[in-house]
């Protein structure tokens, strides 16, 4: 995986993120440098470090799955991103108030990230190296929910659908491609 699609994955699996963030924004009178800050930070480092648990479950596990790897990655992408689609129209799941304690913020967190360790598992079964992933993760998973905090301060529910939408497409289109170049149908 070339740091562009690594670039694109990490777009993907920040929508999730990036669509709490603006109900997040939504709740908030005002928003300040500080709770967005609190927000992205909370989703940023979940969103890092789920991918790197995930990859330590599947490296430990790698040699008994090989044959079937690309396989493995394929449904999880597809099916992670087809959820992500699905929950897109599911109506009136998502908190909406200004709260950023930690008990809110961590069921958020852990509820926006656990796609994220389905692809940690799927770095693991394509023996990528973790530091970069998951650095690159955290950073635009931060940056994309401090835009959503204030995206959805001053835009309300516009995008949200789109943004999960957009997600879910982008991690199936990703589990199609990893599937077709380890069938030798494509090669990029």
Request: glycine fraction near 12%; hydrophobic fraction near 55%; proline fraction near 1%.
């Amino acid at each position: 995986m070339g740091l562009i699609e690594l670039i694109i994955l990490s777009v993907g699996l920040a929508m999730d993120a990036f669509a709490v963030s603006i109900c997040k924004g939504l709740g908030m009178k005002k928003v300040t440098l500080k709770k967005a800050g609190i927000v992205g930070a909370y989703f940023g480092i979940f969103q890092a470090g789920m991918p790197l648990i995930g990859y330590l479950m599947g490296y430990r596990f790698q040699d008994k799955i090989k044959a079937i790897d690309h396989w493995i990655a394929f449904i999880l992408l597809v099916g992670i991103g087809i959820n992500m689609i699905k929950e897109a129209f599911d109506e009136g799941s998502e908190n909406r108030n200004d709260n950023v304690d930690i008990k809110t913020m961590l069921v958020l967190s852990i509820a926006t990230s656990i796609d994220a360790l389905a692809i940690g598992i799927t770095f693991a079964c394509l023996k990528m190296h973790i530091l970069i992933p998951v650095i690159t993760i955290g950073v635009i998973t931060f940056i994309i929910s401090v835009i959503g905090v204030k995206i959805g301060n001053r835009f309300g529910d516009k995008y949200e659908k789109k943004a999960e939408t957009m997600g879910g497409v982008i991690l199936i289109l990703l589990g199609t491609k990893i599937l077709l170049e380890h069938l030798g149908i494509i090669n990029f």
